[in-house]
């Protein structure tokens, strides 16, 4: 479980100004209905994780790709490379370890198909489709999912996904693992709809 948080921890941001969810839609149906409109995702990312036992965050950087139904490429680009894809219903991993890439076959890529899969949902407006999580609508923009069970919350505290203004954007995902530690994920140049080929899913 642990190796799902620092996977899922992908997550969260600093939204500057609360939005509403006029353009997304104020219901779960029509939240839906809008991400229906999206065929794909692509956007630049700010990961900035914060621990009690570090002096400064820890700050990666990347990219996203998605491509509806299924199709998911995160990649870091520092500091250290990596790519996650997902295609077809199948989850591969490379690492960069210093001159090489290597393939990840390790069994931590179970726990990465939980993570992803909850991301491609996310990307299609399915925020409640998890049943592990409430989910909740508040104003400003935000959903809350809350753990049912105590063994997960536990680990996760809670998450909290920020809306763009502009459908099938979602600006940032906070992930609280703790009272101090908690990862931020901001989303930035986000670009919709555009024509992305099968081969980024496939290839490094």
């Given at each position: ?8 921890i ?5 939204l500057?100004?609360a ?5 997304w ?6 939240i ?13 990312f ?23 139904p299924?199709?998911?490429?995160w ?6 490379r990596s790519v996650?894809l ?20 390790s069994a931590?890529l179970q726990?990465?198909?939980v ?6 949902m ?5 925020f ?5 999580f409430k ?5 400003g923009?935000i959903?809350q999912l809350?753990?049912r069970?105590?063994?997960m ?8 996904l ?6 099938g954007?979602?600006r940032?995902?906070v992930?609280?693992?703790s009272?101090k ?15 992305v ?8």
């Open positions: 479980m642990k190796v799902f948080i620092s996977i899922v992908k997550a969260i941001s600093m500057l100004l939005l509403s969810l006029v353009s839609g104020d219901s779960w149906d029509q839906k209905k809008t991400a229906k409109d999206i065929t794909s995702v692509e956007a630049v700010v990961q900035t994780k914060h621990m009690e036992i570090l002096s400064k965050p820890l700050v990666s950087k990347g990219t996203l790709t998605f491509h509806a299924d199709s998911l490429r990649e870091y680009t520092s500091p250290v996650l997902m295609h077809g219903g199948t989850v591969t991993r490379y690492v960069k370890r210093g001159d090489a890439v290597i393939k990840d076959s931590r726990s990465m198909r993570v992803i899969q909850e991301l491609t996310w990307m299609k407006g399915n409640d489709a998890n049943p592990s989910p909740e609508l508040k104003k923009g959903i809350t753990p069970e105590k063994s919350a536990d680990i996760i505290r809670r998450i909290e920020r809306l763009s203004s502009t459908p954007v979602i940032s995902v992930i609280y693992e009272q530690s908690y990862t931020m994920l901001e989303f930035r140049n986000v670009r919709l709809n555009r024509p080929p099968d081969s980024i899913f496939r290839n490094m």
